[in-house]
C-alpha cells in the first residue's frame, strides 16, 4: 500500500470538498473531511472496478449510506479517474450538473444507488451483498467465477440511529453476509450537537447481537485500515462492522469536532485557514495533488489487468456454459427464459385477486428465474410463496442455501423495500416484496427511493381495501391506495378480478423504469365478463371498458379493484329503474396512466357528456379530475372492525348504495 | 400473591379467549393462550388501576404492544372488572363492539392506545414513561407524589423485527427510563414459521447495547415474574427487558408452538382439545372460573384502598400547592397558562414560515407550559428550540434533567412520531415533533395512528417543497403534502405567511381532536398584504380570499403556502397584460377543512362562476376538484439539486409560467 500517495489522495478529497462547497455556498463538509482517508484507501487500495465500464457486473459496491457527504464520492470518483471532470465538481449543486447535492443513481458515473435519507443506504448494501451471493450460486462454476465481489459501505451516527438500518442488519447477520463490509463513520457529532445528547448505546455490542464480527480502528490510519478490512474479509461467515473514529470536518481548525462542521461550507476565511493546515495551495482553487492524479494512473493499470482476468475467465466461462451465458444476458436484458404460461380464469368464477396473483406468480416465477423476493411475514396471507427450484432444494435463500429465492425478511416492511432496491441495483435479478396495503405506510420511504431510481421492482400489497374485515381500522386502507397514487412514477395498479391481475404482473414484470404496486383483495371477486377481446391491451393504457351498452352511454361507472364489480351490481340496479339508461362500465385499474393518456383514449373510454360516477373504497382524491365529488361513492374516514360485509353495510359502501347515489343524483 | 387464584385468572383468559375467536371466527389465540400468566399477573398482582375509573391520571399503563393478541386484554380486563361484560366479549370483532379485532384507543374502557402496527406499541409505553417523568417532575412535592406509575408493555417476535422498536428502545435507554418494564413474550413463531428462519439475532444484548437492565425467565412462573418484576423496579436508572419463553397457543395440542396458533381460530375439534387438556368445562362456553372472578373482587379493593390513598394525597397536595392544582386542571383542560403573545409581523417584511414558526413557538411554549416536544436532529433548521424554563435549568428533557420540556429524538423519525403518541396518551402534556416535510414519509405509520386515535399533536414540517434547493431531490417534497392531506382526521394546514403561521400554531394548539400538520417554507416569503381584517376568522374555515377586486371576479387564483406569494405575482403579470379583468386571490392553508365547509363558505369564497386556477409546488392531486387539471400550475415529477429559483426555473415553477398557463387558458 502506497501510504504517500493515499495521503495525497485525502489531501485532495479534502481541497475538492471545500471549494467545492464553498462555490456551491452549499453543501456538507463535516463527512469529506472527516473520512477522506476511508475514500483514498477504499479506490486507492481495496476496491475492485473500471472507471471506463462503471456498470462492470462484477464490480465491487461502495455505498455512502450518509448520503448527505457526497462530495466524498464525487471527489474520489474524479481523482480515480470515472468520467466526472472539474468542472462537473465545480457545477456541485447545481441544476443539471453531475454532482447534485446528494448522490444520485443514474446521474453520476460510480454512483451505486441514491442516498440522503438515512439508514436506507445500508441496508441497501444488504441487498447488494444478498444479490451477490444469489448470482455467485446461480453462475459461478468450478473454475469460473464470475461473480465475486464485496460490498462496502459508509454509515454515519444518523444511519446507525434509523431504524431501518436495524431491521437490515438484524437479518444482514441472519443470513451471514461475509461479503458485506460496513464502516461507521464514528465521529460522534450530529446536527444538533455531539451524539451524547441522544445516542448514547453501544453500537459495537448491538451489531455482536446482530450477528456481526465488530472490529474498531482509527480514520486516519492507512494500515489500520489495511489490517482491519483483510480481517472483516476473512470472516466470510458474517458480515463486519468496522467502526472507525474520526473527527467531523477535520482540518477545519475552528469547525472540526463539532456540529458546525457538518451541513454549512466552511466560509471563505475558515477554509483558507483550513487548507493553510492541510497544506493546500491557497491560489488554486480545486487543487488536486498532481501525485494523486499520477497515483491513479498507475492504479488504473492494475485495476486493467485484473478486469481483463476478469474478462478472460469470464469469456472461457461462456464459452465452457453457452445455455448458462444466454441465460445470464437474459437477467440482464430483463427477458424471460420462455413465456410466461399464465393461468386462465373462468368468468363468473370467485377468487381473490390475491389468490389469483399466487397462481400468476407461480407462472411468472418460472418463466423468469431471476425474479426473487418475498413477505414481511405474510407469505400465506400475501400468497407469495415461491416453487423449489427445478434442482430441488429448498426455495428459501439462506446462509446454507445460496440459491434460494424466496426471502423470509421478518416483520420488517422497511429494511425488506430497502433490500429490495439494493437487490434490483445490483443487475441481473427482479425482485418484488410483499405485506398488506396498509402497511405501505412503513415501506413508504424506500418506494419513494425506488421510484426515484426508476428500479423496477414490484410491490405485492394485499388487504386492500376496508374488506379485511375483522382486524379492523389499523389494517383496514382508506388512505393508502390515493397516498400510493401520489408518488411520481410509481405505477399503482388495482385489478379487478383474476384476468386482470394475470395481466398486471405480466406489466409490472415487463416494466423496466420504475416500480409497480399491486394492490390485491383479500376476498372472493367474481371473474368479470369483459366485452372487447382486446381488454389486455387497452388496460395497458390505465383503463378500458368492461361493459358497454349498444348505443352511447348516458352513464360511464368507473371503478378499480373490486369496486368495479360493486359498479356492475350497481349498474343492474339502476337499470332495474330506468332500463332506458345506457350505462357503461370502465375497469380504472392504473388511474395515473389513464390519465397520462392521450384525450383521445380518455374520450372514448368516458365517453362525453355522458354522466360519470365512481365508486372507491377509499378517499375520493384524485377521482374528481373525471367525476364531480357528489358523484363519487367513497370512504372519507378509518373503518371499523367487522366481517367485510358488515364493515361495509356501517359505511355505506354498498352496491345499494352506491344506485341510490346515482338515483339521486340523476334527479336533480 | 395467591398462585392459586392467578392459576384460574389465566385459565379463564383462555377460556375466553378460545370462544371469542372461536364464535368471531377470526382472531389471534397464539398470544392470549401463550401469555395468559403475563395478564393474570400484571393486572391480578402487579399493576394499580381502578377499573371504576379507567383514566385515573396516577394509573399505571399496560400496552399490548403485540396488539393482534388483543383477546389477552379483554379478557384480563373483563375479569378485572373493567366495564366490558361478557356480552362484550362475545360480540369480539364485530361491527360497534367494544371489543374490535385489535385494540382500540377511545373505543374500550382500559385500553390504553390503539396497537396491531408492530413495533408502535414500544415506542408508545416509551412515551408515557417519558410523560410519567416530566409530570412527576413538574407537580409532585415532597410529601406529595401525584405522579409515580409504571408502564408496562408486552412485546413480541413481531415488535422486535420492526425498526421503530429499536430506535424507541435506544432513545429509551439513554434517557434510562426505569420505570418502563417491557416483558418480551419469546415464543419463537412468528406467521410464516419458527422465527429461526429470519431473526436469530440476540435480543438481550441488543438491549444491554441500548442500556436496559435485560432479564429472563419462564411465562408460566408467576414467582419468576414477580421476582423479575420487582428487579425491574428496583434498577430506577435503566429501563428493563425481561424475557419470557413461552409456548405460543399454550394449551391447543395440536397446534401449541408453532404459527399455526398464531392468527386463526382454533376450529371447533382443537377448541374442545384445548379445553378439555386446560380443565375447562367443554358445555359452558365463555365459561371463567368463580373463583377468578371472586379474587378480583378481593384484588379491587385492595386497588380501591391504594387508589383512595392517593386520592388522599392529591387532595391534600392540592390544598397546599392551590396554584399547581390549578395548573395541572390547565393541563388536562388544554387550557393556556395565559393569552399566547404572539409576534407580529409587517407586510411586506420577508420571512421563512418556519422562522416565523419558531418565533411564534417561543410565544405559545410560554403560553402552554404543558408543550413539550423536539425535532429528529434537525432542532436549528426547522427552528423549534424551546426557551429555558423560567427556573433557569436547561430546556432539554434527560435522564439528570426531568423536568426538560425539548426532547432530543435523535435522527429517529419514526419513534419520535410514535413516542409521541405515547405523551399524548398519557394525557398532561401537549406535544410536538418535527423535521423536513418530504421526511413525513418516515412517520406515516405513527401519524396515521395518531389520527386514528384522534390525538392532538403537531407536526412541524418544515423544508416544505422544491425551495429547499440544492438538497435536490431525496429531500424536496413533492408528493409529500398532498400524501398527508390523504390521511383522514389529520389537519394540514400550510401557512402562506408569516401571519398565517401564527394563526395555524394556534388552531394546532386549539385543535383537541387530531393531529395537525404544520408545513413551513424553507425560504423567505414576504409577509402578505391582506384585504379582509378578519381573514383569520376565515382561515379556520380552510381558506380565505387575501385579496379582493372591487366587483365580482373572472378569476380566482387559489393556493397555499409559497404558492400564494407566487399567485399574487402572477396576478400581477396577467393585470399587466389584461387590466380589465377581476382577479381574486385565495390561500387555501387547509384545503381538507375547505372542502368539508358548507357549500355556501365555499361559493363565497370561489365566487363562480368565476374560472379557477390553482397553483401548486407538487402534485395537483386533489386539486381538480375546484379546479380542471388544466388551469392548475403543478409538478408532476421529482426535483432537482440546485439553488432554489434555479430549480424553479427549471421546472417551469414561476410567477411568469403561472401568468403564461392563465393566458394561454383564457385564449381558449
Not at 315 to 331: H, Q
Request: charged fraction near 20%; include cysteine.
Amino acid at each position: 500500500m502506497d501510504k504517500k500517495s493515499l495521503h495525497s489522495v485525502a489531501l485532495s478529497m479534502r481541497s475538492l470538498t471545500i471549494d467545492a462547497i464553498q462555490k456551491a455556498n452549499s453543501g456538507h463538509p463535516g463527512l469529506p473531511l472527516g473520512a477522506a482517508e476511508l475514500g483514498a484507501f477504499l479506490y486507492g487500495a481495496a476496491m475492485k472496478y473500471d472507471p471506463a465500464d462503471p456498470s462492470w457486473i462484477d464490480r465491487d459496491r461502495f455505498v455512502l449510506s450518509a448520503g448527505h457527504g457526497s462530495m466524498f464520492l464525487y471527489s474520489i470518483l474524479h481523482l480515480a479517474g470515472f468520467p466526472i471532470s472539474i468542472d462537473d465538481i465545480k457545477a456541485f449543486r447545481q441544476v443539471g450538473s453531475k454532482c447534485p447535492g446528494h448522490p444520485e443513481y443514474g446521474v453520476t458515473p460510480g454512483v451505486e444507488t441514491t442516498t440522503g435519507p438515512l439508514g436506507q443506504g445500508i441496508a441497501m448494501a444488504v441487498g447488494m451483498a444478498i444479490a451477490e451471493r444469489m448470482m455467485g450460486s446461480k453462475f459461478n462454476r468450478p473454475g469460473f467465477t464470475v461473480f465475486d465481489h464485496y460490498t462496502y459501505t459508509l454509515v454515519g451516527d444518523g444511519c446507525l440511529m434509523e431504524g431501518v438500518s436495524s431491521e437490515a442488519c438484524s437479518l444482514a447477520g441472519h443470513l451471514g453476509l461475509g461479503k458485506l463490509i460496513a464502516y461507521y463513520d464514528s465521529n460522534a457529532v450530529s446536527i444538533d450537537g455531539p451524539t451524547s445528547i441522544t445516542f448514547t448505546e453501544d453500537v459495537g455490542k448491538r451489531f455482536e447481537a446482530y450477528g456481526w464480527q465488530v472490529l474498531s480502528g482509527d480514520m486516519y490510519d492507512f494500515e489500520g485500515l489495511e489490517t482491519l478490512t483483510a480481517k472483516a474479509k476473512t470472516d466470510a461467515g458474517r458480515p463486519s462492522l468496522i467502526i472507525l473514529k474520526s473527527v467531523i470536518g477535520k482540518g477545519s481548525p475552528n469547525k472540526q469536532g463539532t456540529s458546525g462542521a457538518h451541513g454549512s461550507p466552511l466560509g471563505e476565511e475558515e477554509a483558507a485557514k483550513a487548507k493553510a493546515i492541510l497544506g493546500i495551495p491557497l491560489d488554486q482553487p480545486f487543487w488536486a495533488a498532481p501525485e494523486a492524479y499520477a497515483f491513479f494512473e498507475k492504479r488504473r493499470v492494475e485495476l486493467a489487468a485484473a478486469k481483463a482476468a476478469w474478462q478472460k475467465t469470464y469469456e472461457a466461462w461462456g464459452k465452457a456454459n453457452p445455455e448458462l451465458s444466454e441465460e445470464l444476458s437474459r437477467w440482464y436484458f430483463n427477458r424471460p427464459a420462455k413465456e410466461p404460461d399464465l393461468p386462465s380464469f373462468t368468468a363468473g368464477d370467485k377468487i381473490a385477486t390475491r389468490n389469483a396473483s399466487g397462481k400468476v406468480l407461480a407462472a411468472i416465477a418460472t418463466a423468469w428465474p431471476n425474479l426473487v423476493g418475498g413477505s414481511a411475514d405474510l407469505q400465506n396471507p400475501n400468497v407469495v410463496g415461491l416453487p423449489a427450484d427445478p434442482a430441488g432444494s429448498s426455495s428459501v435463500f439462506g446462509k446454507d442455501n445460496p440459491g434460494g429465492r424466496y426471502l423470509h425478511f421478518g416483520v420488517r416492511e422497511f429494511a425488506m423495500t430497502a433490500i429490495t432496491n439494493g437487490i434490483a441495483l445490483h443487475g441481473g435479478l427482479r425482485a418484488f416484496t410483499a405485506t398488506f396495503l396498509v402497511f405501505a405506510d412503513y415501506m413508504r420511504p424506500a418506494i419513494r427511493l425506488a421510484a426515484l431510481m426508476k428500479l423496477p421492482v414490484v410491490y405485492v400489497l394485499t388487504h386492500d381495501s376496508i374488506f379485511v374485515g375483522e382486524d379492523g381500522p389499523t389494517h383496514q386502507p382508506i388512505e393508502s391506495l390515493t397516498a400510493l397514487r401520489t408518488i411520481p412514477n410509481l405505477t399503482v395498479l388495482r385489478p379487478a378480478d383474476a384476468e386482470e391481475t394475470a395481466v398486471a404482473w405480466r406489466q409490472a414484470m415487463e416494466r423496466t423504469d420504475g416500480p409497480t404496486v399491486l394492490a390485491l383483495s383479500r376476498q372472493n371477486l367474481p371473474v368479470v365478463v369483459k366485452d372487447d377481446p382486446e381488454w389486455p391491451y387497452t388496460m395497458a393504457l390505465g383503463a378500458y371498458v368492461v361493459r358497454n351498452p349498444k348505443v352511447a352511454p348516458d352513464l360511464v361507472l368507473a371503478a378499480s379493484g373490486s369496486e368495479v364489480s360493486l359498479a356492475l351490481a350497481a349498474a343492474d340496479l339502476v337499470s332495474g329503474k330506468k332500463p332506458n339508461l345506457a350505462i357503461r362500465i370502465v375497469s380504472v385499474p392504473d388511474r395515473g396512466t389513464f390519465y397520462k393518456a392521450p384525450a383521445a383514449v380518455r374520450d372514448a373510454i368516458l365517453s362525453p357528456p355522458a354522466k360519470i360516477f365512481v365508486a372507491e373504497a377509499g378517499i375520493s382524491m384524485g377521482w374528481e379530475r373525471i367525476a364531480p365529488f357528489e358523484n363519487i361513492l367513497s370512504i372519507e374516514r378509518f373503518g371499523e372492525s367487522g366481517p367485510g360485509d358488515k364493515v361495509a353495510a356501517a359505511l355505506g359502501f354498498t352496491a345499494q348504495a352506491f344506485a341510490d347515489l346515482i338515483m339521486a343524483r340523476l334527479m336533480k
